[in-house]
């Protein structure tokens, strides 16, 4: 099967948890070679904590959000507290395409990584550096996660209910993580068409939170021109009305409708029976709708408590209104659309067994993506990845586990045994 890259391209990947990874990630499925690089102490903090259970159930290899983020690389262990671990490292720049890391500030340099020390090593290096709020300006020291990206990208600042006495939400636990990563994969795409012109690689600084920001662009927009800082929405948008998340018979189904027109509208009071509830003056128009918004949820919550979801569902579609089920996971895994275009990858991985994990987005027939290689163990390719890269003979490789550079447990489990 031909791959967009087809392994003629390789990225060492030394970022954790989700933005980094994802772009490493996307890069294995499009064929590209990516060596993943962690440290027999300081792994990748998405595998979890070692304390989560008993040695000998391997926990760091059960994080269900390392396993799937990590699919479709090789796995190396290299200490990079120790010079012959950054000396490694740095024979692996030189044999690579893409450098990806998103360490915490100033990590980078005090390791010799910065990219002036591997340009010199590698001219045709390419190399990403995430930061979560940039490499300059007044706070580009501090430390950020999925949630403090969000609250100053400005979305938890949108996030809460019209009626909800100004509190506030988090809307993800890291929505900023594969926002960034995505932005990344398109990045160092164009520099790689960059490369093939000048024959250099480049510093791509890619700042978490910035790449964050353009999903809140129309609230920063309706306050550049009414000077009022938009207040939380909820499920309601700006303009439109009836538009939100609706509660149907039983435990807990619900279904989220949008009407952007009066003709839907009509359409949606019609298949539910609440024909004078369209003809009354409060809801006849846009704006009247709008203005009167909590009457008429009122209404169509007491409308659509009474039918099953389903039957629901096919009313509503069947009249031209936008409507879908909220699905909790089980839901989705067994949506007949998702299962249908066979969405859902089973993927055997050691210790954890066989698993369904998402797919490859995009469908390319002639160069299809791979999405169904298992991630790496911790170490599991060092003597794939040091002998097939760097020449690297088996008493060399035994040497570097031996004085603990290299292994495939973590560093706490070796020093209690």
């Known amino acids: 099967m031909k791959t967009i890259f087809d392994g003629k391209v390789r990225v060492l990947d030394i970022s954790m948890g ?17 060596i993943k690089v962690e440290d027999t102490h300081h792994f990748d903090w998405w595998r979890g904590s070692l304390s989560m259970a008993p040695p000998e159930m391997r926990p760091i290899e059960r994080a269900a959000v390392f396993n799937t983020v990590n699919r479709g ?39 010799g990584l910065g990219y002036e020390s591997v340009s010199a090593i590698n ?32 979305v938890t600042g949108l996030t809460g209910y019209h009626d909800g006495g100004g509190q506030r939400y988090t809307l993800s636990n890291a929505l900023g993580d594969p926002v960034g990563g ?50 939380a929405r909820g499920n309601r948008h700006r303009a439109h009305a009836p538009h939100g998340i609706y509660r149907c018979a039983g435990d807990d189904n619900w279904i989220a409708l949008a009407c952007d027109t009066d003709d839907q509208w009509r359409s949606l009071a019609g298949v539910l029976g609440m024909e004078r ?10 704006s009247a709708r709008k203005v009167n918004e909590d009457a008429l949820d009122a209404e169509l919550s007491r409308a659509i408590a009474q039918l099953n979801a389903d039957d629901c569902l096919a009313r509503i579609r069947d009249a031209g209104v936008l409507a879908a089920p909220v699905n909790p996971a089980p839901a989705v895994m067994a949506d007949p659309q998702i299962q249908s275009r066979e969405y859902f990858v089973a993927i055997d991985r050691a210790v954890v067994g066989t698993h369904l994990y998402p797919g490859a ?31 690297m003979t088996d008493g060399e490789i035994a040497e570097l586990e031996r004085i603990g550079v290299i292994g495939s447990s973590p560093r706490q489990y070796r020093s209690a045994s």
């Open 73 to 111: 690389k090789r796995g190396v262990t290299l200490d990079l507290a120790s010079a012959r671990g950054i000396e490694i490292l740095k024979r692996l720049v030189n044999v690579s395409d893409i450098l990806v890391e998103n360490f915490s500030p100033g990590v980078i340099d005090r390791l």
């Open 277 to 286: 509830i369209a003809a009354d003056p409060r809801f006849a128009g846009a």
């Open 361 to 391: 987005v995009a469908r390319i027939p002639d160069n299809p993506l791979r999405a169904d290689v298992p991630a790496p163990m911790l170490g599991e390719h060092n003597r794939q990845v040091f002998a097939e890269m760097l020449g």
């Open 123 to 154: 001219p045709r290096l390419i190399m990403i550096s995430m930061p979560s709020f940039g490499n300059d300006g007044p706070e580009c020291n501090m430390r950020g996660y999925g949630n403090t990206i969000e609250a100053m990208a400005g």
């Open 18 to 34: 989700w933005a980094g990874p994802l772009a490493g990630q996307m890069f294995a499925e499009m064929g590209a070679e990516v």
């Open 182 to 231: 995505l932005h990344g994969v398109f990045a160092l795409m164009v520099a790689m068409r960059e490369r093939e012109r000048t024959g250099r690689g480049q510093l791509i600084e890619l700042a978490q939170v910035e790449a964050l920001i353009p999903f809140v662009a129309d609230a920063i927009l309706e306050y550049q021109f009414t000077g009022k800082a938009p207040a």
